[in-house]
């Protein structure tokens, strides 16, 4: 059984900077594509960044140059580090990630519980 457990989200003013992290924990053989999805509040879940095993990212435009995705393979863990928050990033930030786990073959696409962002203004 493999869990994503995220952290790091919480209330900032306009301006202000958070780091998101998440960790795959269990029988994990190896961790592929790892990323951030956010849902804000009547709306659709989705992407904002996107790292593959080899460290290639793909970031959105409306978060490029504010938002920074890192991954540390050792660990199993994606960080997004956000600068320079707006009103407009408040969503329920989710972490994904395409995992191969021990004694399977391929991967299998897991979901983090979600942790809450709010910026004010």
Do not use: H
């Not at 790292?51 to 995705?69: L, Q, Y």
């Not at 997004?80 to 786990?101: F, G, H, I, R, W």
């Amino acid at each position: 059984q493999v869990q994503l457990v995220e952290s790091g989200g919480g209330l900032v003013k306009e301006g202000g900077s958070l780091t998101l992290s998440c960790a795959a924990s269990g029988d994990i053989y190896r961790t592929e594509a790892m990323g951030w999805y956010r849902q804000a509040p009547g709306k659709q879940r989705d992407l904002v960044a996107l790292i593959r095993s080899g460290g290639s990212t793909n970031v959105i435009d409306s978060v490029k140059g504010r938002f920074t995705i890192s991954r540390d393979n050792a660990k199993n863990t994606v960080y997004l580090q956000m600068n320079s928050l707006k009103p407009e990033d408040t969503a329920v930030y989710y972490c994904n990630a395409d995992v191969v786990p021990r004694f399977a073959f391929g991967s299998t696409e897991y979901w983090g519980q979600g942790t809450k962002v709010t910026v004010s203004s």
